[in-house]
């Protein structure tokens, strides 16, 4: 089609679009659909008439675009202020029926509390704690019914409290993972500890009290607790109800979702502990006043939480999730005479992970499973006896990281050691070179299959993965560290030189093409090396608190178990779960290497440059049509 053809089929739409951006009140829906045209027209601008007017004006349109949404964030308190009162808020509004149904499993739960002390008197000392039930009875003799209060300095019991509330709703977000029900299950635990502690001062003529004390503080903080659990019942909504989009991207947008409001629950929960630790102990203050602050502060989260929202978003609609989903192309985007950085790697891995994301899950599964069942079968004895577990929560997680205690990242290694062959065995270092080498396999199938590389055989691939993952683990039949380091230093090495030999990227002899990858491109190998070891290390974070959290608590609330059983259940579970998170990383890993490998290439030989340079004066077409 020609230029003059072109813009005259096309100019009514653009001057639609323009008189759209110009009016100040714009249609959201209008202004998306006119822009994905405009970027349609646009890349065909780009093809076919590059070097004119009109895809200068297409461009210049686009960013017009860019700059009206992105103008108001340009600087901290902006940023802020968005996203507390326009995100949100907004975010809440399209989520209100899960406030909803988070707010009555609330109520219910708090009915169970109240209903089970009613009718088991010791009920509240196996929720509430002996020690706790013991000492508020004493204060209750004592004439002192809140002095729980009152017993700590206000500055260190802010401190607690704070620390002790945001870990609780860390739990509550994160929780949602499964399958949304985990945050609700916190719910009703919370929910029936707050039944029993209110029928505790309730059933002893003291609800006056209790009233005008415990809602001071506890209305931020229980209604707070709902909010939480609507964060977590969207992180893990993409998950169960993906929709029209696929589970990835699903879950993408409701994570996003659900942490934006886990964050903005983060001021009220400090406020909720500063009254908490500085006017709830004021148990001499006149109830007005009292009564007064209870009330406010349940004007302030219905303000936010349910009016604002309502209010500003009533007649709009949810457009993030009308978007249509763009297929992914047949091949990854990815050009062999191209230098890309570690982002772009980043990325371009990211892309084959998401096609095969459902595959890796189950394979990384599988291949963890046999392998831990080979360990343990080998030796079960040694198993259980060197894996330790780190009974840890988030408080004393974060302790430990800031004051650097080397203690528990000694322990993590053993517990890694476990898994890699520690005492030299010819059997575990059969079973370890079998696990890395199908990993190793994984990886190059996966790329592979994304790059359309056929002819490569099968047979071919499996000989130099085992080759590769029989040499590396040769480095852990030595108890001296530096071989151990050699492990680290060295796997990205070796996936560099395997990614060549499988798919023939750089010719010539194994000794060159080893020399010229590591003079070439050893600084970005050990770079990749220290970002895969930083992801896996805060993935054992989260198996060490929350996940290690949830374990127990689902056991101790659905099973009895010997002490015995109990480890077993508790290491294997555990075990399970960090090879599983070894083996999904390491296939990123080898992804990742196989990119890397063709990079190096061309910074060692400038193959792709030398083309480009060749090619240049030579005529272009598109489609058959040569362009101008």
Not at 565 to 586: A, H
Request: net charge positive.
């Amino acid at each position: 089609m020609r230029e003059s053809k072109f813009v005259e089929q096309n100019k009514e739409k653009w001057s639609r679009f323009e008189d759209e951006l110009k009016s100040r009140k714009k249609d959201p829906d209008a202004l998306r659909s006119g822009f994905i045209e405009i970027t349609d027209d646009l890349s065909y601008s780009r093809t076919f008439y590059k070097n004119r007017s009109v895809r200068v004006y297409l461009n210049g349109l686009a960013q017009r675009v860019y700059h009206s949404v992105y103008r108001n964030r340009r600087d901290l308190l902006s940023n802020i202020r968005v996203f507390f009162l326009e995100e949100v808020p907004r975010i809440l509004f399209y989520s209100r029926k899960e406030l909803l149904i988070a707010f009555l499993v609330l109520l219910l739960s708090v009915g169970i509390g109240i209903f089970s002390s009613m009718k088991d008197a010791e009920f509240a000392s196996s929720i509430l704690g002996d020690d706790y039930v013991s000492k508020t009875i004493a204060n209750i003799e004592s004439g002192n019914p809140m002095g729980v209060y009152k017993d700590e300095g206000q500055l260190s019991m802010f401190y607690r409290i704070a620390v002790n509330n945001l870990t609780v709703s860390l739990y509550v977000f994160l929780f949602g993972l499964f399958a949304s029900y985990g945050a609700l299950v916190l719910m009703v635990r919370n929910g029936v500890m707050l039944g029993v502690f209110m029928y505790f001062f309730y059933s002893r003529q003291l609800s006056t009290e209790f009233n005008f004390t415990v809602w001071m503080h506890g209305t931020i903080e229980i209604l707070t607790l709902v909010v939480e659990t609507v964060a977590g019942m969207l992180l893990g909504r993409g998950l169960i109800y993906p929709g029209t989009m696929s589970r990835a991207k699903a879950f993408s947008v409701w994570g996003r979702r659900g942490a934006m409001v886990f964050l903005s629950t983060v001021p009220f929960i400090i406020t909720a502990a500063f009254i908490e630790s500085f006017l709830t102990r004021h148990t001499e203050l006149p109830n007005v006043i009292r009564g007064l602050l209870i009330l406010l502060s349940l004007v302030l989260m219905v303000f936010y939480f349910v009016w604002l929202p309502y209010k500003r978003y009533k007649n709009s609609s949810d457009t993030e999730l009308g978007i249509p989903e763009l297929k992914p192309e047949t091949s990854i985007d990815f050009k062999a005479g191209v230098i890309y950085n570690s982002g772009a790697i980043f990325l371009k891995s990211i892309q084959v992970v998401s096609r095969y994301f459902s595959q890796m899950i189950r394979f990384s599964a599988i291949i963890a499973f046999i392998y831990i069942a080979l360990l343990y079968n080998s030796n079960k004895t040694y198993v259980l006896r060197e894996f330790s577990l780190l009974n840890l929560d988030f408080t004393d997680l974060m302790i430990k990281l800031v004051a650097f205690r080397f203690n528990l990242f000694s322990q993590l290694y053993n517990n890694l050691g476990v898994l890699f062959n520690p005492n030299q065995s010819i059997t575990y270092f059969i079973f370890s070179s079998l696990w890395i080498g199908s990993i190793t396999i994984a990886g190059i199938f996966y790329v592979k299959r994304s790059m359309d590389l056929e002819s490569i055989s099968k047979s071919h691939i499996m000989v130099y993965s085992f080759l590769f993952s029989f040499c590396i683990n040769s480095f852990l039949f030595f108890d001296e560290f530096l071989l151990r380091a050699l492990y680290v230093l060295m796997t990205v090495p070796f996936l560099v030189i395997l990614s060549n030999e499988v798919f023939k990227i750089r010719r010539g002899n194994v000794l060159g093409n080893i020399a010229a990858y590591i003079s070439n491109g050893y600084g970005r190998m050990l770079g990749m090396s220290a970002m895969f070891m930083l992801m896996n290390f805060f993935a054992m974070l989260f198996l060490i608190t929350p996940f290690y959290y949830l374990l127990i608590y689902v056991l101790e609330m659905n099973v009895t178990l010997s002490q015995s059983d109990y480890q077993f259940y508790v290491t294997m579970i555990v075990m399970f779960s960090m090879c599983f998170l070894i083996t999904f990383g390491s296939i990123f890993l080898v992804i990742q290497s196989v990119f890397l490998t063709h990079t190096i290439r061309e910074v060692a030989d400038a193959s792709g440059l030398r083309e480009k340079i060749a090619d240049i004066g030579k005529a272009k077409k598109a489609y058959g049509i040569e362009t101008e």
